[in-house]
C-alpha cells in the first residue's frame, strides 16, 4: 500500500471518529425522537457534501481507533488549504458558496496578474523618465555652451581698422559721341527721248535729208542737264540712254522705278506742221494734277523764263490728245515725273535759243531741281 493512500485512510477513520463523537455528544443532550432520526439520516434527495478526493477512497481497515499520530496529521489536514475550504463549505452546506469561492480565487489571481502588469509599466515608465532627464541634461549643457559662446561675442571690443585713402585725380568728362547724320542723297533720272531711228521731230534737207532731229537735242540737252546737277554733291544722276540707241517707253520708267528715283525729267521738242511760227516752252505732268509735279514744273519753266529766248507756254495735263489721257512717262513713273518740250524745233526763233541758251538752260533748271528736292526732303521729315 502506498503512502498516499495509507494517510487517505487514516484521514477517514480520524474524520469517522470524529464524527461518532459529535454524535454520541449530541444524543446526551437532545432526546432520541423520530424527527431527530429523520434529520440524522440523509435522504436520497439531500446534497451530499464534497469530499476532497483525497478522502473518497476508503477501506474497512482504516475503522479502527486513531492514534495519536494520525490526530497529529488529521489536526494538520484541518489547517491545509483544502481542509479551510472543505469546512468553508461543509458550513455554507451548498453549492453557492463554492462557486463564490471560485469568483473569488479567480479575481485574486486577477489582481495578481494585474499587479504584476502594473508593476512592468512603473519599470518601463522609470526607464522613459530616465531617458527624458539625459535629453534635459544634454539640452542644458547645449544651452550653457551657446550663452557662455555669445558672452564671449559680445563681451570683446570691436576692432577697429583704419584704411588710408587717397585722393585721386578726377577724370575729365569725355564728350558724349554723337552720331554724324548720313548725308541725304537725291536720285534724279534723266530721260533723253527716242534715239537711234526713232528720230522724233526733224527738219528735212534736200532729198530728205534730216538736217536737224529731236533725238540729237534731246541728248544734248539731258546731258547739259547731267552735268550741272552733278555740281551738287548730295545729288546722283541716272540716265536712261547716253547714246544713240532706242529704248521702249516701258524700259524707260523700269531704269526710274527700279532706282527708285525722286524724280523723273524727259527732254523733248515740239514741233508745228505749218507756215505759222509757233514756238515756246510747255510741261506736260499727270491728268491727276499732283500737287508736287506742279511744283516742280512751275519752278523749272521759271527758270528758264529768266534765261529768256523762248516763251511760255505753260503747264499742262493729260496729253495733246485729251487731257483725261497721259503720257507712258507719266502714267507708269512712281515718282514725280514730266515732260520737258524745250522750244519747238521747226520754229528758228526757238532753235536760235536753244542753241545760244543750252548750256544756261541746263544749269538753272538743275538749280531749281535742286532746291524742289531739299524742300521736298524738310517737307517729309
Known sequence: MSSKRAKAKKKKAAELARRKAASAKEEKRMPVTEETVKKEVPSETEAVLPVAPEVIETTEETVSNGTEKEKSENKKEKESFFGKL????????GYGLGAAVVVGVVLLVAVIVLSIRLGTVTKELEAVQAV??????ELADVKKELDDAELELF????EIVYVEVYPTATPEPKPIPTATPKPTKYLV???AGHGDWDGGACIEGENYQALRAEKDDNLWMAKLFRDALSEYKDVEVI???ETDVFLELTERTDIANEAEADVLISFHRNSFDGEADVNGVEFWIHSSRPKDAQSLANDLLDSIMQVGGMSNRGVKYGSMSSFREDYAINRRASMTSMIVELGFITSEKDNAAYDANGEAYAKEMAKATYEWLVEQKTQDN
Do not use: F, H, W
Not at 472543505?86 to 452546506?93: E, M, Q, Y
Not at 527624458?132 to 541634461?137: F, G, I, K, P
Not at 563681451?155 to 570691436?158: A, N, Q, R, T
Open 239 to 241: 540716265m536712261t540712254r
Open 155 to 158: 563681451s570683446k571690443e570691436p
Open 189 to 191: 533720272c534723266v530721260d
Open 86 to 93: 472543505t469546512a468553508i463549505l461543509k458550513k455554507g452546506n
Open 132 to 137: 527624458s532627464v539625459d535629453y534635459q541634461t
